[in-house]
């Protein structure tokens, strides 16, 4: 039995321990907020925090995050900065790749609270949009950068 | 049907077509929402129901069923707020509903359900007027009668109905009790479009918060319990035919529950996607060689070079063409080329299904409703009123979703099961498995006369045909009609023109093809407003004046042309490698014009888009920033397929499998785009689709501009870039030199 530590709750996971994280946090927990895009840590839809840092939950075994801090899109609070900076600047269209632009977006307000434009561009560089919302994602960290400091 | 509504057309429509999702009435108190299965009964919504696209609720809720599908263009806030205009509703009390499947919700124009062709606005622009306006006629002869007064006394505003003389008033909520048993008006009157107090207004979409918290459903969300997972294998070249498989070793594995063969693969189902994955894996499948085994990335551009001298199917022919060619100071010609396109959805395809002896329910995030019903009615020979279709919120389309061959997959799977099952196609799956947008070529040559105007134009496009397999009907004479779309019907005014096309079969290119966001636009803008660059460049005339001469029978392209110019200050400052290309557009209705800002590298190639200008006239902007998001994102999506995307071949079939070989645009790349809305006040038209044709044009008339090289082949890749310069410089004449400003300064 696997014990996973997700959005501060706890849960149990008794499969597959080479499953990766995406389909656990997903399939087992319900938490279907990451989304699932290339399985092949390419697109970014599937990015949660793992310790603070975003990573690709397609990419990572279940086995290798015991005991570590798993963050998800439904850990944010309900008014947290970067959510209210989307709605904002009206950033989705589709939608389904916004949880992990977001979480990525967060480890870089994190890591860098006040990001110049290149900063953004080069953090976000590889989570992908089809729907061409890039501008507004931009303008949506400036502004969560504004209102965080 | 659409135009007069009707509370007895209601119950047809619900009872007649969706058949689980019923509608009751309760006395006179309104209706509540049950299906009949009762797992997922719908709560119960009691109040006032006069039509089937509102609800009004005794705590003033009102709830508008939207028949679109949400695919990120914004339907599910566009088209609540036609009517909760008519209706005065408190917008802050509206909320939306994926309506079901019923005849009631028929696109009125294309007679079936359907989210396509950039027409969910300008199609239900009139029907939820109505819809809206015969509720609040309702609610205020229900406030007349309780007041005791004439409803010409009464005034419906902001979710409530005022007494004008007295002051009093009353919400909507404590009227749905009597407004439930007055008679349906068939033909309310509407607003004056002037008297407007919503729409033309930015509200917040409603979708987006759900969007935002990771709680909206996509069909990959989607779980039932005590469902199977099901992945599959598809044959790796077009017409492979399963030879064999190893079939026990992937029933050894933990979890697997069955393999299923259904038409298109080998399906392993299991009670987890992580067992099924490992089962797909000791699968090893072993095909035959296909129908095409030497098919590669090079096949299409073999034939469609060949095809090009063939003699094509005449589209349309008018004036004399031939004539005027002759008489022309100065003949051009050019062909151009443009690749086979993926549309790489974030969400790949995937559907649910619980098929039972006497009913079935579908999740699935598709757009194309009314086939799929008859699709699902076919494969199961159930009624349609025993399918039960969940449109789930969808992640992307772009015209992918219009088909429905990934939910046949999951039905025909589900026949073989007794449980539900949850399909989903992997990231490899999705890009072998798409209908390409079609490669396409054309070959195009014009007449210039003295006066450096345009005498003829002859346009030949050879390419796949969509229609052949989504509508044969429509095929008329061999022409595919998206083939040749806004090239006879564009916006300029060619008295002399010639177009014919010319048809590659499936027995010549196996690739299947189909819609792909603005369809034949995406080619025969490029060809069209590339061309029509090189003819301002042969005539030495600045290409916006060129262009503005052959609009004037279209005030309306005129004007989106000079605002996207004057706001991007054409022709712009002479840089080194850097300038501003231009190009228009008319789609379905809606006029753009675009200007891009871009720089060459000629060391590497590369191509920098800085900025893109555009203005759009859609009539009237409905829900301005949902207009401007769908053109900014129209006009990145059809960037990133001019810079980046075509679709890889070998071995018979697709070799292309992720975003590694099918790189998109990225934010990095990605320039500042402003899009300036033109208020014409003509009809409301369509934005989905009419930011995508412009963009490759413009990209490339800059570059010619920028650097001197014409790039008639998509994607425009650094290696294309750096080829061309060299040959430039090879065969370098003063007559081809780049920037326009050195024409104008000699005078040409």
Partial sequence: MIRLKVNGKFYSYEDDPDTALVWVLREHFGLTGTKWGCGVGLCGCCTVHIDGIAERSCQIPVKRVEGKEILTIEGLPRDHYLKVAWLEEEVPECGYCQPGQIMRALELLNSNPNPSEEDILQAMDSNLCRCGTYNRIKRAILRASRVKT | MMDSLSRRQFLKGFFGAAGLTLVEWRDSLGAILVTKDQDVCTERLSGFSPNGWLHISFDDTITIFCSQCEIGQGVFTSLPMIVAEELEADWSCVRVKQAPVADQYMDPVWKTQVTAGSASASH????????GAAAKQML???AAKKFG????????????VTDVTTGRSISYGK?????????VPADPPLKEEKDFNLL???PKRLDSFAKVNGSAKYGMDIHIPGMLYAVTCRPPAYGAKLIGLNKQAALKVRGVNKIVKFSRGVAICATTIQAAQKGLNELVPNWSKGVKPTWQSSSIYEILGRELDVEGVVKTSRGRPDEMLKKSKKEWHANYFLPYLAHATMEPMNSTVHLQKDRCTIWAPCQNQGDLLEMA???TGLKPEQIDIKITFIGGSFGRRYEVDFVKDAIEIAKALNRPVKLMWSREEDFRHDYFRPANCAHIRAGLDDNGLITAWKHKVVAPSVYARIAPSLLKDGIDPSAVESIHNSAYDFEHLHLEYVWIKED????????????????????????????AWQAGRDPLQFRLDHLKGSPRARKVLETAAQKAEWPGKPRKNRALGISQHYLVYTYIAVVADVSVEPETGSIRVHKVICAVDCGRALHPTIVKQQVEGGILFGLSAALKEEVQFSNGGVSTANFDDYPILTISETPEVDVHIVESGEKVTGVGEVGTAPIAPAVANAIFAAAGIRLRSLPITPKKVVEALAQKHKTQSKKEEGNWFGHLKKGL
């Fill in chain 2, 175 to 183: 009227l749905v009790s009597i407004a439930a048993g007055l008679a």
């Fill in chain 2, 124 to 131: 239900f622009f009139m029907p939820l007027r109505k819809a």
């Fill in chain 2, 508 to 535: 010549q290119a196996p690739v299947p093809v189909g819609f792909w966001r603005s369809v034949g636009n995406s080619h025969n803008c490029f060809t069209v407003e590339s061309f029509m660059d090189e003819l």
């Fill in chain 2, 149 to 160: 007064i004439s409803p010409t006394e009464c005034q419906a505003f902001k979710g409530r």
């Fill in chain 2, 377 to 379: 009615v076919k494969e």
């Fill in chain 2, 140 to 142: 205020i002869a229900a």
């Fill in chain 2, 200 to 202: 033309g207004t930015s």
